[in-house]
């Protein structure tokens, strides 16, 4: 049985890439991806492939957890 006093994952995920001035001026991005159970998995294998990922935040409740990746 679940602890209520810890809310559930949503099915949402934040990730934070630093990409080179020379791929994109804008440098630093921060995106979220609110997705379905069917491809909220497929989504987060994507994004990890990335090499400019820097970190991943999942969201519970209200609060982002962060995941730093490099």
Request: proline content about 6%; cysteine-free.
């Amino acid at each position: 049985m679940a602890d209520k006093a810890v809310p559930d994952l949503d099915m949402a995920f934040g990730y934070y890439l630093a990409v080179p001035a020379s791929v994109d001026k804008s440098g630093v991005q921060f995106h979220v991806y609110n997705g379905s159970a069917d491809t909220w998995r497929l989504a987060l294998i994507e994004i990890l492939k990335n090499p400019f990922l820097k970190a991943l935040y999942f969201r519970s409740g209200d609060i982002w957890l962060s995941l730093p990746l490099g």
